[in-house]
């Protein structure tokens, strides 16, 4: 069965589509971290993924740039979603030796992604699914207003800028890597003319890749299409990727929808010149860094040999100090080990001294140990006995208590005859 790697950081977005996907008979792996979705598609080789750009950590640019670099994953169908790039952003995109098979612009409608997936991995089985996933309203966060933020500042939408498709790694990658998909012809002709040209290398895949169902078709007005090892220019896929000039399968266009497309296609023409002066511009100033790196080469090989000169003659005084300082450290160590010796002796000799008092104490710890234990013996006999007479104290206390509470009452007794006696006698 046919699975597909949905790589979006967006939650509210993205969990819906997961389940729609699950819907279509598809396995599903969603994660919302870049790293973790190269990872995953190394380890799961996905029947098709589906990538946004606006990730956290990664732009998604970035990430397509490493899985078409990948001869593993290079061939796996690779669908670009974003909610802020423009159909000229994809374009531009679109002109790359590591692009993508097809783009589509948020919010869109599931019949869109389900079309492109049909074509790019038709699937077969049970739905599954992966990840804790709740529905929500596919159109996630709704409209927004739509900014072409890829482009550098200062820079013309309508002109290519490769600087524009560098992702969240820019920073760290040569703009240049970014013009990999492309040939620039005119700079070897060898011609002086100077003429620059903007071509797109085409990329063979081992098995065709088709178009994303909102990508129309070239203009009917086309008189033939054309062969498929030329490169196409590069007007074409501005044209093709209006979905304005997009008409059904199998309907005619109306001559107002010929002119239409018409003009749209001049436009993107001219969109496509205003570029190629743009990259003569680069060109030329490319060719002036050029001249000027030659000139810094130059100086910089002067002062190096000038740096080398020195080096040497610093080199020779460091060498005959080394040698002085070696041979003097020798001596030092020799000292030393003698003086490691004496010491280890000196500590060998005190060793066994404490070992032979340390037995000693050992022995007279062995000793008062033991007299310890005949004295606590002793001490709870001593204890014992004198428990036993306090018992006796106790129980002979208590007998005089006895008679002495006997003594009392007879005492009582006399006084009280006493008493009757010096009564009577009175």
Known sequence: MANVLLIDAEKEF??????????WGYGVTWTPDGKEGLDRAAAERPSAIVLCVELGKMSGYSICNKLKKDEQLKDIPL??????????????HKKLKTRAEAYLIKPFKPQELQSVLTELAPSGGAPQISGDLQPHDLQGGGEEDIVLDDLPPGAKEEAFDPGALVGAESKEQDPMDALEGFAIAGEDDGDG????????????????APKPAPVAAKPAPAPAPAPAPKPAPAAAP????????????????????????????????TKAATAAQEVDKLRAEMNQLRTKSREESAALRAQLQEANEKMKTEAQALKQRYEETTQKAVQEAASLRQQVKDVQTRAQGEIENLRSQLIEIRNQSQDLLTQRDGDLTSSKKRMADLEAMVESLKQESARNEKIRERTVKAVDVALTLLQDEDTAVA
């Open 14 to 23: 993205a969990q819906p589509l997961v389940q729609a996907i699950q819907g």
């Open 79 to 92: 669908v670009i979603t974003s909610r802020e790039a423009t159909n000229e952003t994809f374009e531009q």
């Open 193 to 208: 003319d100077g003429a620059t040209r903007l071509m797109e290398m085409p990329v063979m895949p081992e098995k065709p």
């Open 238 to 269: 501005v044209a093709a990727a209006k979905p304005a000039a997009t008409a059904p399968a199998g309907k005619p266009l109306s001559d107002d929808e010929r002119r239409n497309m018409e003009a749209k296609l001049q436009e993107a023409k």
